[in-house]
């Protein structure tokens, strides 16, 4: 890390030229990104019901219908005859527009009486849309527009997933902007209180720019091999701008100090980087491993944060570790131009956090016991935890695809508009078809069954018609519509799906697709990845600090406290997003389940901002314990040294996570809500008590490991040769300790 700070120092202005003339390469290539990503991603693409889907389209050209218009009269009845013009022209215009491959309607498909709401003011015309999912979600907005005048003078709403999803995208994509627009400026006051000066405070907001502008590049680049999220632009803005605030603040901090204490700009430079900066890089390396873990899913959306994380995550390290050295070594002192809060002495006596941790120090048992006791009732409501899927209810109750969805739930079967499609994979004889399909009407959950033999419902059979030969028939095999009289993503609709699945027999072989059946599987999915990719994430996490710390102990309870602080959160976002409480103040709907991915998210972004805080402290307290090999006074001085920057670190970063919760999307609200709280909890419950009191009760054990382990440490441990605060002192040279007392080692 020397060598590259030299190198960095020697060739400044060439680094800084590079960096110009990439930010407009990245602008020009990349600043177009969202228009590449897809909205969508969210199922698992070897489930059943993915397979199920890709089948109904090739064999049967058939599929759910997912763009709904809900007409209604405020007066009088839907079949009036001037209400039944208007439906007929709507289903007409409908049948005509392009991308619309089919069409179902209460006017001209025989007045079906689920099309018909339960007051007889609102009926239904549903359609299927043709194309991949991003083609039919851009082709709902466009519809919604050309259907709209046809419907006049009557009552108009657009539901179905397509609609629904165009505008959560773009709700959650007018949100972004607004977020930025909010936590900007009061990112930038924050940083110049944190900083002290104009100079210093710009520092993160450039090397911010490099790194998302260089994501936006690296994203357009991998979106011609693979399918990208849109959603992953959130991590991208978030976490590109707040590991910027990390890392430029460890940095800055420590070139701060070496100044005070008398250095040159290029010494007090390559100290800085020699610790910092090699902090710095060693904490990518532990978030990196967080967003490592999400590629073991096979679910794109999942994928995409973690193409998105380990993107954004070494391009702040490395412009941190490069382009921030050199605008340090071009202002030079200058960094404190513009100061504008007076800066403290550099002083030998302890701060507020050093005074923190002595407290801690002398009465460890209590903050253990108060502390552990206050996270673990935080954590109880973890129990509860249900994991759901997004629906039209993560919309804010204004919006118009979210109001015509509820007048779906509230005057209609909801699983009109997202049925189980049930694919027969077999030829069967008309008599198996229409026994099965009562077998499935006699499922509690089902209002309906559609079958090329007739419909099945409340025990009456209607007989076929030439739409159902023409929807179900024309193999091989056939399909059944099954409509859900419960909510499609509920606990209900998941036994529903169970047991259709399992009337499957050698003869009559069943298969399951459909809105509920995606949420069984992709909780499945997710269920059966997650414990290897929590394996992953513990074991690098293990090995990674072992080879910075030389310890057994330390990397343990690093991972242990990162847990309950973990469950700590989850348990408080399942207390408010699941149950509902201060919803109204929060401006969101509770559902009674979380959805599937976000707490998964949560757990790779926040334990990766965790290590990293955990790493920067340690750091400071290795460095030191190697110079006086005393435990409570490494302590102390490293939290004194390290507790203002990671608070203060913690503290922005909650700026833009609280920006992130103004959305009023639910999901990506919880999403803010959850990584502020998770890392306020781990700054200042954590780091600034827990850490502390429990290295104070270790004592020398904090730095044990046995011998094969100590050699194998200072062989291949990610340290530097020479650590800064050995050759600090002035020794002779018969005194300096040999390769067997090298710092790191213990007794």
């Given at each position: 890390m020397r060598r590259l700070a030299a190198f960095t120092v020697r060739r400044r202005r060439a680094v800084l030229l590079a960096a110009l003339l990439f930010l407009p390469i990245c602008a020009a290539f990349g600043g177009g990104v969202a228009t590449r990503l897809t909205h969508g991603g969210f199922d698992d693409p070897s489930s059943e019901s993915t397979w199920v889907h890709q089948e109904l389209e090739r064999r049967f050209d058939a599929g759910r219908f997912d763009f709904v218009v809900i007409l209604g009269t405020p007066e009088g009845d839907v079949d009036d005859d001037d209400v039944s013009e208007v439906g007929l022209a709507v289903t007409d215009a409908l049948r005509d527009a392009p991308g619309v491959a089919d069409v179902l309607s209460y006017w001209a498909d025989g007045r079906l009486p689920p099309l018909r709401g339960e007051d007889g003011r609102q009926a239904i015309i549903a359609a299927r849309l043709a194309g991949d999912y991003d083609q039919r979600v851009a082709r709902a907005a466009d519809l919604a527009e050309e259907i709209?005048?046809?419907?006049?003078?009557?009552?108009?709403?657009f539901s179905g997933q397509a609609a629904v999803a165009e505008a959560a995208s773009r709700q959650a994509e007018e949100d972004l902007h607004t977020s930025e627009l909010l936590s900007a400026p009061f990112t930038f006051v924050a940083l110049v209180i944190v900083f002290g000066s104009l100079v210093a405070a710009l520092l993160p907001l450039s090397v911010a720019v490099v790194t998302v502008l260089g994501t936006f590049l690296a994203l357009t680049l991998l979106t011609g091999v693979t399918d990208v999220s849109v959603f992953a632009l959130n991590l991208t803005t978030g976490l590109g701008l707040g590991l910027a605030i990390d890392y430029s603040l460890f940095v800055v901090a420590r070139y701060r100090e070496e100044l005070a204490l008398g250095h040159d700009v290029e010494p007090a430079l390559a100290r800085a980087m020699q610790t910092a900066g090699r902090t710095v890089a060693f904490s990518a390396g532990t978030v990196m491993v967080s967003m490592?873990?999400?590629?073991?899913?096979?679910?794109?959306?999942?994928?995409?944060?973690?193409?998105?994380?380990?993107?954004?995550?070494?391009?702040?390290?490395?412009?941190?570790?490069?382009?921030?050295?050199?605008?340090?070594?071009?202002?030079?002192?200058?960094?404190?131009?513009?100061?504008?809060?007076?800066?403290?002495?550099?002083?030998?006596?302890p701060g507020f956090w050093g005074r923190q941790a002595q407290r801690v120090v002398r009465s460890p048992w209590p903050y253990v016991v108060v502390v552990t006791a206050v996270l673990l009732v935080l954590a109880l409501p973890f129990r509860n935890f249900e994991s759901g899927r997004i629906d039209d209810r993560v919309l804010p109750t204004s919006n118009p695809a979210r109001q015509a969805t509820d007048d779906l739930r509230r005057n209609f079967t909801l699983g009109e508009s997202e049925p189980l499609e049930v694919l027969v994979d077999a030829d069967v004889t008309d008599e198996q078809v229409s026994q099965l399909?009562?077998?499935?009407?006699?499922?509690?959950?089902?209002?309906?069954?559609?079958?090329?033999?007739?419909?099945?419902?409340?025990?009456?059979?209607?007989?076929?018609?030439?739409?159902?030969?023409?929807?179900?028939?024309?193999?091989?095999?056939?399909?059944?519509?099954?409509?859900?009289?419960?909510?499609?993503?509920?606990?209900?609709?998941?036994?529903?799906?169970?047991?259709v699945r399992a009337l499957s027999t050698a003869e009559v072989p069943v298969l399951v697709g459909g809105a509920s059946a995606e949420l069984v599987d992709t909780k499945s999915a997710i269920g059966s990845t997650l414990p290897w990719a929590l394996l992953v994430v513990a074991v690098s996490t293990l090995l990674l600090l072992f080879l910075m710390t030389g310890s057994l102990l330390v990397p343990v309870k690093a991972l242990a406290l990162n847990i309950l602080s973990l469950t700590a959160t989850f348990g408080g976002m399942v207390w408010v997003f699941q149950e509902g409480h201060f919803d109204g103040v929060l401006g969101f709907t509770a559902t009674g389940s979380l959805d599937s991915f976000t707490?998964?998210?949560?757990?790779?972004?926040?334990?990766?901002?965790?290590?990293?805080?955990?790493?920067?402290?340690?750091?400071?307290?290795?460095?030191?314990?190697?110079?006086?090999?005393?435990?409570?006074?490494?302590?102390?001085?490293?939290?004194?040294?390290?507790?203002?920057?990671?608070?203060?670190?913690?503290?922005?970063?909650?700026?833009?996570?609280?920006?992130?919760?103004?959305s009023e999307v639910a999901v990506v609200k919880l999403f803010g809500v959850g990584l502020m709280v998770a890392v306020l909890v781990d700054a200042f419950l954590i780091r600034a008590t827990l850490v502390p009191a429990l290295m104070s009760l270790a004592g020398r054990a904090n730095w044990w490991a046995p011998r094969p382990l100590r050699r194998f440490h200072l062989r291949y441990g990610i340290w530097e040769n020479e650590p800064i605060a050995v050759l600090d002192r002035r020794v002779s040279s018969a005194a300096a300790p040999g390769p067997a007392e090298e710092p790191g080692t213990t007794d």
């Open positions: 709209a005048p046809v419907a006049e003078p009557l009552e108009v709403g490592l873990a999400l590629l073991l899913f096979p679910i794109t959306y999942l994928r995409s944060f973690g193409y998105a994380g380990l993107i954004v995550v070494p391009l702040a390290a490395a412009t941190a570790i490069v382009v921030l050295p050199a605008l340090l070594a071009v202002l030079g002192p200058r960094v404190e131009a513009g100061r504008l809060v007076r800066r403290e002495r550099e002083q030998r006596v399909a009562r077998e499935i009407l006699a499922i509690p959950g089902v209002a309906r069954v559609d079958a090329v033999t007739g419909s099945y419902l409340d025990g009456v059979s209607v007989p076929p018609d030439d739409l159902s030969e023409a929807r179900f028939g024309g193999g091989p095999g056939t399909w059944m519509s099954v409509v859900p009289s419960v909510e499609p993503v509920s606990l209900e609709a998941e036994r529903v799906v169970a047991d707490p998964v998210l949560m757990f790779c972004i926040a334990f990766g901002l965790s290590m990293d805080y955990e790493v920067f402290l340690l750091s400071r307290m290795k460095e030191e314990y190697d110079l006086e090999r005393d435990n409570e006074a490494a302590i102390v001085v490293g939290l004194d040294r390290t507790g203002r920057v990671v608070t203060a670190a913690a503290l922005l970063l909650s700026i833009v996570f609280v920006a992130l919760s103004t």
